[in-house]
């Protein structure tokens, strides 16, 4: 605890600490609806794909400001979205072959322009392929004011939608006959999935961002069956993997806060494996022993009463 304390007394650990909490949070929240509609490969096709975006943001400004790489990623993903889109619609290929395409393609990409830029006349490159593995101890107060931005923007929105994203997920049919617009919640859904995706990009990097999108909710589910629920838990086991990994990180020198957030959710879900109350894999023993008890419990009643007739007999 005494790390803790001393953690929170550094101004820049306190910027890292509440941006990797924010960071969490989003990404945890957006993951529930992504895992619930079988797009957990969604997250890293888009985080791949942010990489030429925030390559080609860089190349046409010159800067590395959080705001405009931020902004170029978004568009590198969502040109992805439609690019997945348009190989499933028109040609025999099925989603996870179109996010292969995608995610091999823009990634390669955003290799080659990197090295590029590495090697050409930019003098202010140094620290751009942190992107690729994440470095949240660069963040500064104006990141976390963007991270806390998205967040609350991200957290609105799936309040506001949270109805229709529930019927969308869940039955797209039914919501198209109470007269939704499906087609623009999808979309408007995998934008919202590119933002968070986007936002963890610089905290996490391209490579680990996508697990943090998705292990907080597979962890909130085996808690819970209600999605209200699910969404809220998942929101908080990710800000918890990014307090944990920040608290970690800080404690031991020159270990990474991205990777060790991502391990921290992993731990996390390995807990909820476990001690989930339905789903945990101690929950199923205790209940298979349960029902052998009663089975057997039913099963000497059973004969003891044959035996009582038998003998009556």
């Known amino acids: 605890m ?9 101004p820049n650990m306190q910027w ?10 989003s990404s945890g929240t957006m993951g529930s609806f992504a895992y619930l509609r079988k797009q957990s490969l969604v997250g890293d096709t888009l985080a791949h794909a942010a990489l030429p975006g925030i390559c080609i943001a860089f190349m046409l400004t010159g800067v590395k400001s959080i705001g405009v790489l931020l902004i170029g990623a978004s568009i590198a993903g969502i040109i992805a979205t439609f690019g997945i889109e348009a190989i499933t619609r028109h040609s025999r290929l099925k989603q ?11 990634f390669g ?11 050409g ?10 992107f690729l593995f994440g470095q949240a101890a660069a963040m500064v107060g104006s990141d976390v004011v963007t991270m806390s931005v998205i967040c609350i923007s991200l957290i609105t929105v799936c309040m506001l939608l949270f ?9 797209p049919g039914f919501a198209k006959g109470l007269g939704y617009p499906v087609t623009f919640l999808e979309q408007l859904l995998m934008l919202l999935i590119v933002i968070a995706v986007v936002a963890g990009v610089q905290a996490v990097g391209v490579v680990l961002v996508a ?17 209200s629920t699910m969404v809220i ?11 944990l990994g920040t608290w970690v990180s800080s404690s031991v020198s020159n270990l990474p806060t991205g990777p060790v957030t991502v391990l921290a959710a992993t731990t996390l879900f390995g807990i909820s494996i476990l001690f989930g109350p339905q789903r945990g894999l101690i929950a199923k023993r205790l209940l298979r022993v349960s029902v052998r008890k009663q089975f057997m419990l039913e099963h000497d009643v059973h004969r003891a009463k044959r035996v009582k007739g038998e003998t009556a007999l």
């Open 96 to 106: 996870d072959a179109a996010l292969g395409i995608v995610l091999s393609s823009f």
């Open 211 to 227: 697990a943090l999108l998705i292990t907080p909710a597979v962890s909130a589910r085996y808690w819970t069956n209600r999605l």
């Open 163 to 171: 109805k229709q994203f529930k019927l969308i997920s869940f039955d």
């Open 109 to 119: 990409l955003g290799i080659v322009l990197l090295t590029f830029i590495q090697h």
């Open 2 to 10: 005494k790390n803790f304390w001393d953690m929170l007394a550094d």
């Open 233 to 243: 838990l998942s929101g908080v086991f990710g800000g918890l993997s990014g307090a």
């Open 121 to 130: 006349d930019y003098g202010n490159q140094a620290g751009l392929d942190k």
């Open 16 to 25: 890292i600490f509440i941006g990797c909490i924010l960071l969490g949070l």
